[in-house]
């Protein structure tokens, strides 16, 4: 069964604090994975797409990798606006997304 | 492109009553999905169109809940006699079927509709 798990499920940053946000996924033929943000109360908003271990994506102060396992979201020096839920999700060519529970990121100024 | 909309944002019903929302995908997506999230959850799929087909269903997706997409455009997804169970954020989303890979398989969501059933 296609399967997401996201960690860690909570990060306090300070302001400047770079980090990363980890996805990891079993999926039987990853067609696609995709990291959306979160703001309370809001539907997801898309960052980025990937397909290939190797690949990686960048906008602003967030990066995105990929490998055959896992995904990476890594934030440089992030902002207090960059304070939201990170949500991961797989495709594996139904159309349908398989989610995992997000990574709930603060950042304290 | 105003993006994708949905109506009403918040819903207050009693158990055992009917809910209907509607969703309005960005204009010449083809595809729609709906999705529904619950605190501290990512969201899970429940069903999706091609047009105005509807292709695929998630086991969610009890027989109190029905979606339709008549004429392929907006969507409806109804829930009848609601249990405080059904009590989430229920999400559309669509996607563009042609153009490129990328323009196929992101899914562009809409605001949620909050369902709260006392």
């Known amino acids: 069964e296609d399967q997401v798990t996201q960690s860690p499920e909570a990060l306090r940053l300070q302001e400047g604090e770079s980090s990363s946000l980890n996805c990891s996924y079993t999926?039987?033929?990853?067609?696609?994975l995709f990291w959306y943000r979160q703001d309370p109360g809001k539907g997801p908003e898309f960052l980025f797409t990937l397909y290939s271990a190797g690949e990686e994506k960048e906008k602003e102060r967030l990066k995105a990798t990929l490998t055959k396992k896992e995904s990476f979201l890594h934030i440089t020096a992030p902002k207090p606006e960059d304070s939201a839920t990170y949500l991961c999700a797989v495709e594996s060519g139904t159309y349908k997304y398989i989610f995992g529970t997000g990574t709930r990121l603060k950042v304290l100024a | 492109d105003t993006g994708v909309s949905q109506d009403p944002r918040h819903k207050i019903t009693k158990r055992g009553q009917n809910v209907t929302f509607r969703c309005d995908p960005i204009s010449e997506h083809n595809r729609l999905y709906w999705y529904r999230q619950t605190l501290g959850q990512g969201p899970e799929f429940l069903t999706y169109?091609?047009?105005?087909?509807?292709?695929?269903k998630s086991r969610l997706l009890s027989d109190r809940f029905s979606a339709e997409r008549p004429k392929g455009s907006f969507s409806t997804l109804e829930i009848q006699r609601t249990e405080q169970g059904d009590s989430a954020m229920y999400l559309c989303a669509s996607s563009l079927m042609g153009g490129t890979r990328q323009e196929q398989e992101t899914q562009y969501f809409g605001p949620g509709t909050r369902l709260l059933v006392l």
């Open positions: 169109f091609q047009n105005e087909a509807q292709l695929e």
């Open positions: 999926v039987s033929g990853l067609r696609g």
